[in-house]
């Protein structure tokens, strides 16, 4: 576990509760649940369940706001016209007046929650700002973050209801009771989860430079922007689909206040063709990996296109390409 630096220490002292900035999201969702074709509900111990496209249709609009909720409330995601890919005219865009914390501190999917053994059992990775209140992974040490919230929310990339065991173990790591969780279900293969999905090609490319051992409090500012693919009618599909957008799709432009040679090196290591796994979809590459997520190179999970500008010297750095054939295979 790494101990905040003390640059980052001071950066984490300016941050606001995302918790706050999320909750007029949360609510905003819940009474516009059914122009957004979405159903909300409450489990037996009082916590709310919304469903983004499971036992309802959800649509584009709604995981465009579950990625702004996500996004802890300082993101803004957009779906524009204009893409790069003549047959894939769509594009979703995402910029954050915090990337840092809004990407790795909130929508990064990295709280694993389970319940139960066997083929009942419930597995789901968390993201949103619940996850700042728990702070259940070294991340948050490193970040030298922890929030605090009245009422939690956190975004379940799933296609099953959580049992109530599960909704009980949130509050229970959030200090708050049962009736303040709120969960929000995103099938993978739902228009709602491929937006909110997709709308993570910012936090990959931050994700990928934490992995790196990129200094963070050095990423000033960011945009983002990969193409909206179709929805796919099983998980396997639409999570290779979801991952190309960003693998052979994304763009991403980070503002870093590094010397040159540091912003020069970030650029030329970021992109997801640096990967030794690079080179098909990757639906492909997990069943040669054998559908196991730690044989594939985690330096494969990063946008296909990157820029870097150092802001001290106003130097860009472009690296990486679209792959607009690979695309083709993954999107048919």
Not at 104 to 111: C, D, R, V
Not at 247 to 253: D, I, K
Request: glycine share 8%; proline share 7%; net charge negative.
């Amino acid at each position: 576990m790494q101990s905040p630096s003390p640059e980052q220490r001071a950066l984490a002292d300016q941050w606001p509760s995302i918790n706050a900035l999320a909750a007029p999201l949360v609510r905003a969702l819940k009474t516009d649940a059914q122009s957004l074709r979405l159903a909300t509900r409450h489990l037996a111990n009082g916590s709310t369940v919304i469903d983004a496209g499971i036992s309802v249709r959800g649509g584009i609009e709604a995981g465009r706001r579950i990625a702004e909720l996500c996004m802890g409330g300082l993101g803004q995601v957009a779906i524009n016209a204009g893409s790069p890919f003549p047959r894939w005219s769509w594009q979703i865009s995402v910029t954050s007046r915090d990337p840092v914390l809004a990407c790795l501190g909130s929508q990064y999917a990295g709280w694993s929650l389970s319940h139960g053994e066997g083929k009942s059992a419930f597995q789901a990775l968390g993201s949103g700002p619940g996850r700042a209140v728990a702070c259940r992974e070294d991340l948050f040490s490193e970040l030298g973050y922890k929030d605090s919230a009245q009422e939690i929310c956190l975004v379940l990339e799933t296609d099953k209801t959580p049992p109530v065991e599960l909704a009980d173990k949130v509050a229970q790591y959030c200090s708050v009771t049962p009736e303040q969780v709120t969960l929000v279900l995103t099938p993978t293969r739902s228009l709602a989860g491929t937006v909110q999905i997709v709308a993570r090609v910012l936090e990959v490319a931050l994700h990928k430079a934490h992995v790196l051992g990129f200094p963070l409090h050095q990423i000033v500012d960011g945009a983002g922007a990969a193409p909206l693919p179709p929805p796919a009618a099983d998980f396997i599909t639409a999570m290779s689909r979801t991952n190309d957008a960003i693998l052979f799709g994304g763009q991403v432009h980070l503002f870093v206040d590094s010397t040159d040679d540091a912003a020069q090196q970030l650029a030329h290591a970021l992109p997801s063709s640096a990967s030794k796994d690079y080179g098909k979809p990757f639906g492909r590459i997990f069943k040669d990996a054998q559908y196991d997520f730690y044989k594939i190179d985690p330096h494969l999970f990063a946008p296909a296109l990157v820029q870097v500008t150092a802001l001290a010297s106003g130097r860009t750095w472009r690296t990486g390409a679209l792959d607009p054939a690979l695309l083709e295979q993954s999107f048919g």
